[in-house]
């Protein structure tokens, strides 16, 4: 096990790569340039500085004579002691023209570490510009499948950037002499030879090459140090780590990544007894496994020979599965986004599973989509796949995004057994609606729901205002006068919107007015439907085709006000949590997922998880916020309580915040700023009770008595991290007709998505399309009919 060395700088760049060191002469001595010795002085002081702060200070010798010289302002003894060093010496002609030539310093780099290179730079300009340095052997690697362990681009193994952090400084200093640092890193030992190339900005390189300069680099290999990682249970495992040194650089070093490692993330995912190459030296360690596990921080060191070991053991915070709840998250891609920059094929199987348990899920749903629809749909089969493990489950389904439908909502179909629509060929030949797609998908026992459901639910006041003023305003002054207003959908009371308090509404108080109620949940305001997210949601429901709304990936406000309406209406629509990894966060997966109660079991199914899920038997969270237990008059999720008249009900709950959120909060909401959690039970949308929780790592106890006057549905939240799937109740048997006014923002948003996307829809579907989605408008006008006056 290596061990903490505290007292040391930490994370050392490169220890034992002698940059000062005298090696063989690379190229001739360099030329002394008569200059004022005070300003070079302290650049070279500096430089010392900066060298100690990487981790490569001078030998005491020769820090000894820097000092001296530089006491001395004797600009040439400072060049005697430095230029022995220089690899690359770099002149700028008056005419701002960079050339280059080889120094006599020793070229040595450490394999994944980043050593300091020394520069002499003779600026004839005087020019304050960022001196910039490239290579065609720099760059990520471009990569597309992972192909055993070569990368698909050999060439490209460095890493180089001219160091300008303090204390050195990020421009040249205008002077006519100074010293400077570039950052080398290379991803292969042995000898490597690459072209650095010297610039001030575009169109300064000298002709005839002379910008460039061929080094031939001796690079020592990395250290292979082996993982140990041990879960809380004692038993081996898979976890997350991050290594970082002193200037917070991550190794190895991202932009030269292949599978299973990210060229996007910080952190890297190993399996108990796996590797990780390294260099020598000290370096930070962050390790951990999702949010349900602390994330613990130590400094390692590497040594530069024998076969070096790390041992973590990792500390759980929460157990949800000790209550029978087990973690999923629907929506992750195996290629696309930000995978390599060939989206088309993406990475394996292997790949995923690694990030999926690294991050303590249970399930994890590779998505193939139209990008890489061809390529990985080979890996498609209807049963979970063979890498799977008893209680890490990867499934590979669809979502139908990049081709078919998706301009009416990128659909998610999971637990599918046939992956290929009816007539098609690839990605042609599917709907361009969703409701056949669900009728598909819904057919062969797969369950469905739409994907970062915000997208197109967002509301603009200025084009809900016009709608407003389009569709109410009678007389056409521009204006809406209260009988005009009570016609249809207000989403404010008209009196208070009244600003200048004329008894009109005109569209600047529209506008102002829907744009605060936005901010309410729920709210009454017609959004655009013009997006990906959950469009035609609102004709697959009624016709009960859906069963869940993605949510946890985008404005969460957005997300619960779409379901809350649904709900409303009688509808048993479910929330579930999903990523969309590595699209709309390329983080982590499992930064939003659903826990979905099985109870005890033996070994994860994933038709029964899945099943769970679009029962809703589950809550969704970010994973440092949970609802263990959560029961109304005794049901619990996913439940129904029959009631045979009004009256009250007692509902109990357990539920658990973390004290620190370290891997934050998942997208859409804000990380909180307070040390407790407000707990709400919502009733029908609305708020009907709430207390305050510590957010201390411990379960706490929660009830709450709520009398109830008519069926409804009631769940649990705490905003924006969690919120449970309700329990239903029904009293006399009723249906849910909570709100007369849910219906009706349900018909006007039938009637914006047909607006905003119905060309979308192919010809020959439109007409059977229009007669769908006008079927849908009459079931939600009988709802409106059913509900209370003034719900």
Same mark, same amino acid.
């Given at each position: 096990? @290596?061990?903490?060395?505290?007292g040391?700088?930490? @994370?050392? @760049?490169s220890?034992?790569v002698?940059?000062? !060191?005298?090696?063989?002469?690379a ?18 002081r ?11 200070p001078?030998?005491?010798d ?9 006491a001395?302002?004797?600009?040439r %003894?400072?060049?005697r002691?430095l230029?022995?060093?220089v690899v ?6 008056p005419?701002e023209?960079?050339k280059?030539r080889?120094g006599?310093?020793a070229?040595e780099?450490q394999?994944?570490?980043?050593v300091?290179?020394?520069l002499k &730079? !003779?600026n004839e300009?005087?020019v ?6 490239t ?8 990569s597309?499948?992972r192909?055993?362990?070569?990368p698909?681009?050999?060439?490209r193994?460095?890493?180089v ?5 303090a204390? *050195?400084?990020p ?7 100074? /010293?400077a ?6 991803s292969?030992?042995?000898r490597?030879?690459a072209?650095?190339?010297f610039d001030?900005?575009?169109g300064?390189q000298?002709l005839g090459f002379? %910008? ?8 020592r ?5 082996r993982?140990?990682?041990?879960d809380? +249970?004692?038993?081996p495992?898979v976890?997350r780590?991050t ?7 991550? /190794? ?5 990544r292949?599978a299973?490692?990210?060229f ?5 995912y190993?399996?108990d007894?796996?590797?990780v190459?390294?260099?020598p030296?000290?370096?930070?360690m962050? /390790? ?5 596990y602390?994330?613990r921080t130590?400094?390692?060191t ?6 070096p070991? &790390?041992?973590?053991e990792?500390?759980r915070w929460?157990?949800?599965?000790a ?9 992750? !891609?195996?290629?696309?986004?930000? #995978?390599y ?5 993406g990475?394996?199987a292997?790949d *995923?599973?690694? #990030? ?5 899920l249970h399930?994890g749903?590779?998505?193939t989509?139209?990008?890489? $629809?061809?390529f990985?749909?080979? $890996? ?7 890498i799977?493990e ?5 499934k590979?389904?669809l979502?139908?995004?990049? $081709?078919g ?10 637990n599918?057994?046939d992956?290929?629509?009816p007539g098609s060929e ?6 361009t609606?969703?409701t056949?797609l ?8 797969a369950f469905t ?6 997208s197109?639910?967002? =509301?603009?006041?200025?084009?809900a205002?016009?709608?407003l ?6 007389n056409?002054d521009?204006r ?8 249809g959908?207000?989403?404010?009371? $008209? ?7 004329d ?8 506008a ?11 709210n009454?305001? &017609?959004p655009e439907l013009?997006?990906i997210g959950?469009q035609?949601?609102?004709v697959t ?5 859906c069963?869940?709304i993605?949510? *946890?990936?985008t404005?969460?406000?957005a997300?619960w006000?779409?379901?809350y ?7 048993p ?10 699209c709309i966060s390329g983080?982590?997966v499992?930064?939003?997922r659903?826990?979905?109660q099985?109870?005890a079991?033996?070994?994860l ?12 038997r589950?809550?969704?969270? +970010? ?21 045979a008249?009004?009256?009250?009900v ?22 909180p700023?307070?040390d407790v ?8 949308g609305r =708020?009907a ?7 201390d790592?411990r379960?706490?106890?929660?009830a ?9 549905w ?8 969690l #919120? ?5 109740v029904r009293? %006399?048997?009723q249906p ?7 219906? @009706?923002w349900?018909?006007g ?7 905003a ?10 007409a059977e ?6 079927a ?16």
């Amino acid at each position: 096990m @290596l061990k903490a060395v505290p007292g040391l700088l930490a @994370l050392l @760049l490169s220890p034992g790569v002698p940059l000062a !060191h005298a090696c063989r002469q690379a190229g001739p001595e360099l030329t002394v340039v008569e200059v004022e010795g005070q300003p070079l002085a302290e650049n070279a002081r500096r430089l010392a500085q900066a060298l100690e702060y990487l981790g490569t200070p001078l030998p005491p010798d020769v820090a000894r004579a820097l000092e001296t010289a530089c006491a001395a302002r004797d600009a040439r %003894a400072i060049q005697r002691v430095l230029d022995p060093r220089v690899v690359v010496a770099i002149a700028i002609s008056p005419e701002e023209r960079v050339k280059a030539r080889r120094g006599p310093g020793a070229a040595e780099l450490q394999q994944t570490g980043y050593v300091p290179v020394l520069l002499k &730079i !003779h600026n004839e300009s005087t020019v304050t510009k960022a001196l910039r340095v490239t290579s065609p052997q720099a760059g990520p690697i471009v990569s597309g499948r992972r192909t055993g362990e070569e990368p698909a681009d050999p060439t490209r193994f460095l890493d180089v950037e001219v160091f300008g952090d303090a204390p *050195m400084t990020p421009h040249l200093s205008g002077l006519e002499l100074e /010293y400077a640092l570039a950052l080398v890193a290379s991803s292969e030992a042995g000898r490597r030879e690459a072209t650095l190339v010297f610039d001030i900005g575009q169109g300064t390189q000298d002709l005839g090459f002379r %910008a460039e300069v061929p080094v031939l680099f001796e690079v020592r290999p990395a250290v292979e140090v082996r993982l140990e990682v041990l879960d809380a +249970d004692g038993e081996p495992t898979v976890g997350r780590f991050t290594f970082r040194d002193a200037l917070g650089r991550v /190794y190895p070093p991202r932009a030269k990544r292949l599978a299973p490692d990210f060229f996007f993330q910080d952190q890297i995912y190993r399996a108990d007894g796996s590797s990780v190459r390294l260099p020598p030296g000290e370096l930070v360690m962050e /390790y951990g496994r999702g949010p349900e596990y602390a994330l613990r921080t130590r400094t390692v060191t590497v040594p530069s020979g024998g076969e070096p070991v &790390i041992r973590v053991e990792l500390e759980r915070w929460i157990d949800p599965r000790a209550r029978g709840f087990y973690s999923g998250d629907h929506h992750i !891609h195996a290629a696309g986004c930000a #995978h390599y920059s060939e989206p088309t094929e993406g990475v394996l199987a292997e790949d *995923m599973f690694l #990030h999926v348990k690294g991050e303590g899920l249970h399930v994890g749903c590779l998505l193939t989509w139209g990008p890489c $629809f061809r390529f990985q749909s080979q $890996f498609f089969t209807p049963e979970s796949h063979p890498i799977s493990e008893p209680f890490t489950v990867l499934k590979y389904d669809l979502e139908i995004s990049g $081709f078919g439908s998706q301009a009416l909502g990128h659909a998610c179909l999971l637990n599918l057994t046939d992956q290929v629509y009816p007539g098609s060929e690839g990605t042609e030949g599917w709907p361009t609606w969703t409701t056949p797609l669900f009728r598909w998908a819904r057919a062969q026992g797969a369950f469905t729901g739409y994907a970062h459901s915000a997208s197109g639910l967002q =509301v603009v006041p200025q084009n809900a205002a016009r709608r407003l003023l389009t569709a109410l305003d009678g007389n056409a002054d521009e204006r809406l006068s209260p009988a005009e207003a009570a016609a249809g959908l207000l989403p404010f009371e $008209f009196r208070a919107g009244d600003h200048n308090q004329d008894g009109l509404l005109g569209p600047g108080e529209l506008a102002h007015n829907i744009e605060q109620a936005t901010r309410e949940l729920p709210n009454l305001c &017609i959004p655009e439907l013009n997006g990906i997210g959950a469009q035609e949601i609102f004709v697959t429901v009624p016709q009960g085709l859906c069963d869940f709304i993605g949510g *946890m990936n985008t404005q969460r406000l957005a997300e619960w006000n779409c379901w809350y309406h649904l709900m409303n209406c009688g509808f048993p629509l479910k929330i579930s949590g999903e990523t969309d990894f590595p699209c709309i966060s390329g983080s982590r997966v499992g930064e939003g997922r659903v826990y979905v109660q099985l109870g005890a079991v033996e070994a994860l199914r994933f038709p029964a998880w899945a099943r769970g899920l679009a029962e809703g038997r589950s809550y969704v969270s +970010d994973g440092y916020a949970h609802a263990l237990a959560f029961t109304v008059g005794g049901k619990a999720l996913g439940d129904t309580l029959e009631l045979a008249q009004p009256g009250p009900v007692a509902v109990r709950a357990e539920v658990a915040f973390a004290r620190e959120l370290p891997l934050g909060t998942a997208t859409g909401g804000e990380l909180p700023d307070s040390d407790v959690r407000r707990v709400e039970l919502v009733v029908n949308g609305r =708020v009907a009770a709430a207390q305050e929780v510590p957010a201390d790592g411990r379960v706490h106890a929660l009830a709450f008595e709520v009398t109830l006057a008519r069926s409804s549905w009631v769940a649990l939240r705490s905003y924006p991290q969690l #919120h449970t799937n309700p329990v239903t109740v029904r009293v %006399a048997g009723q249906p849910i007709r909570a709100s007369r006014k849910s219906a @009706l923002w349900a018909i006007g948003c039938v009637e914006q998505l047909w607006a905003a996307r119905g060309e979308s829809i192919a010809e020959s579907e439109r007409a059977e399309a229009e007669r769908t989605f006008r079927a849908q408008v009459e079931v939600y006008r009988r709802i409106a009919a059913e509900a209370e006056e003034g719900s």
